[in-house]
């Protein structure tokens, strides 16, 4: 659970926001303004490079493919 920066006068505005956000998350391009400035995407790719004894199938399903 998060709280925003910024307060919103509209239910529709505060909405609004949250679709951007959700959309950003979804898209692996959300950074958690607390904890990190590096996009999740890419956090995985190294992540999944320090392990080379990952079989080439768990590799694509953990890229997504």
Do not use: N
Request: proline content about 5%; cysteine-free; aromatic content about 8%.
């Amino acid at each position: 659970m998060r709280s925003h920066s910024e307060t919103f006068s509209r239910k529709a505005d505060a909405d609004r926001a949250l679709t951007l956000i959700e959309a950003e998350v979804t898209r692996g391009a959300w950074i958690d303004p607390d904890r990190s400035k590096i996009r999740l995407a890419d956090y995985a790719e190294v992540w999944i490079t320090q392990r080379p004894g990952l079989r080439p199938r768990t590799v694509e399903i953990y890229k997504g493919r």
